[in-house]
């Protein structure tokens, strides 16, 4: 069936149908990275030669634990979508690739010192961020080179690629034939009522 081009500007308009990418950066305290260092290297030295569990066994994984919820619930999200093609297009030859970075780099599509800032500056959109604070951003003590690498793998994934998503675990377990469709009652031959 052919869908009108109404229909498809339609959806393209509808948020509903963007694609949106988060990515998630760890701000955590120093203390707490080296309490849970700390513990994490304690507990499995906890034993004992007896039945008897070691008295702070249980209290030492009860903080990890502890500490663990506290870490995860200090991530930050960022939600990158996807700026459009000509958006894109337009960020990409607004900020070429200078010669030593062509000689570097023959593929080279974008100035690596300037694109990057501006294509998260217009893709972000939780938190809003402009050109000046993704440069702050990259700049502070809580953005490392995993965190740059995360955030700017976002901004990627949400303006460039874009596959329909597919289960790779769900396409071998079918492709296998473990899961075969089995024949219902119904579909059953009738058994024969009488002995050979």
């Given at each position: 069936m052919t869908s009108s081009i109404e229909d498809i500007l339609k959806t393209a308009e509808d948020p509903a149908y963007h694609r949106v990418v988060t990515a998630r950066i760890a701000a955590v305290?120093?203390?707490?990275?080296?309490?849970?260092?700390?513990?994490?290297?304690?507990?499995?030295?906890l034993t004992t030669d007896t039945i008897?569990?070691?008295?702070?066994?249980?209290?030492?994984?009860?903080?990890?634990?502890?500490?663990?919820?506290?870490?995860?619930?200090?991530?930050?999200?960022?939600?990158?979508?996807?700026?459009?093609?000509?958006?894109?297009?337009?960020?990409?030859?607004?900020?070429?690739?200078t010669e030593a970075q062509r000689k570097f780099d023959r593929s080279a599509d974008h100035n690596v010192e300037t694109f990057p800032y501006e294509a998260m500056a217009a893709s972000?959109?939780?938190?809003?961020?402009?050109?000046?604070?993704?440069?702050?951003?990259?700049?502070?003590?809580?953005?490392?080179?995993?965190?740059w690498t995360e955030l700017w793998s976002a901004c990627i994934s949400a303006n460039v690629v874009a596959i329909a998503p597919k289960s790779l675990a769900a396409s071998i377990l079918l492709a296998s034939g473990a899961y075969a469709k089995r024949p219902t009652i119904s579909e059953r031959p009738a058994l024969s009522s009488s002995v050979a």
């Open positions: 305290p120093q203390a707490l990275r080296e309490e849970h260092a700390e513990l994490d290297a304690l507990l499995p030295t008897d569990a070691h008295p702070k066994r249980a209290a030492t994984a009860e903080r990890l634990v502890a500490i663990e919820a506290e870490l995860e619930a200090s991530m930050l999200e960022f939600r990158f979508i996807a700026i459009g093609h000509r958006a894109w297009a337009d960020l990409l030859r607004a900020h070429p690739p972000c959109v939780d938190p809003v961020m402009t050109v000046a604070d993704v440069r702050r951003l990259e700049e502070s003590a809580l953005i490392d080179v995993r965190a």
